[in-house]
């Protein structure tokens, strides 16, 4: 039996999240699928944490174990013809039978995507969140920079998660403008349940109130209900996960 680490690619918008849903076609599914028909059996992979339904992912990695002799660079190969278009495998590498996925993971890398215009722009609006008026963008600089560092990250969660410590080190965070696109891109050892997609959500309420300080209050008194709003999954990906090989 060996294991394998694989990093795929998906676009999340047609699919129910990472994490195998009987009532939902999910990521997590439709690779094992794919690794039926290349192996022959069911194998079940495991994936490197949940995404939400609707997110996407740059790199996204899976553990699986097999009794196979191919070889381990030729897996992401194979597995790409079962797999739809959608979901691509880009590298793949044997790791020791007592590699623990989930474990190894040092950093997680999210960005979320506004765009600010008066009407609405179709070809934006498939991949970014759409505000109507201006937003103050330094201010929104400022409020992600107090993120920083090993904070209580309460106030940017949502019920139903099953982390057990809301206590995370966010390594960095910040706001690019980039004509009507606007970037907001968190790296942080982990992320509570819906923590990105409120932190965009906060952000926006920064940059349309223009009040920085509101993070640093929230972080302090860890309320949800003063924070923003849970932003739609679409505009959510996630760029990159760090871990120890």
């Known amino acids: ?13 047609n699919y129910g999240g990472w994490q195998r849903n009987d009532n939902a076609k999910t990521i997590q599914g439709e690779v094992e699928k794919a690794l039926l028909s290349l192996f022959g059996e069911s194998v079940e ?11 996407s992912a740059h790199a996204y990695p899976f553990c699986f174990s097999v009794d196979t ?25 044997e790791v020791s039978a007592d ?20 009407t609405l722009l179709p070809l ?13 963008i330094e201010s929104m600089k400022t409020g992600a920079s107090y993120l920083v560092g090993k904070n209580d990250l309460t106030a940017f969660s949502s019920k139903g998660g099953d982390e057990r410590s809301h206590i995370k080190t966010v390594y960095s965070a910040s706001v690019e403008s980039d004509g009507e696109l606007i970037k907001i ?9 819906n923590g990105v997609r409120i932190i965009a959500g906060t952000l926006l309420l920064v ?21 923003g709003l849970t932003l739609p999954p ?3 990906t996630l760029i990159k996960t760090e871990i120890n090989t």
Request: proline share 5%; net charge positive.
């Open 124 to 136: 934006l609006n498939r991949d970014a969140y759409h505000v109507k008026t201006p937003l103050d």
């Open 185 to 193: 891109t968190v790296t942080a050892s982990g992320f509570p349940y």
């Open 69 to 93: 002799k191919l070889p381990a660079d030729r897996v992401a190969f194979k597995l790409n013809r079962f797999l739809p278009k959608d979901i691509q495998a880009f590298s793949s590498q």
């Open 45 to 55: 992979a495991t994936g490197a944490s949940r995404t939400d339904a609707g997110v």
């Open 99 to 118: 590699f623990d996925l989930r474990a190894s993971v040092k950093s997680k890398t999210y960005q979320y995507l506004l765009y600010c215009s008066p």
């Open 1 to 13: 039996m060996r294991k394998f680490l694989v990093t795929i690619q998906f676009n999340g918008k």
């Open 207 to 227: 940059g349309q109130t223009s009040n920085p300080d509101l993070i640093r209050d929230l972080l302090f008194s860890r309320d949800r209900s003063k924070a």
């Open 234 to 236: 679409k505009a959510l």
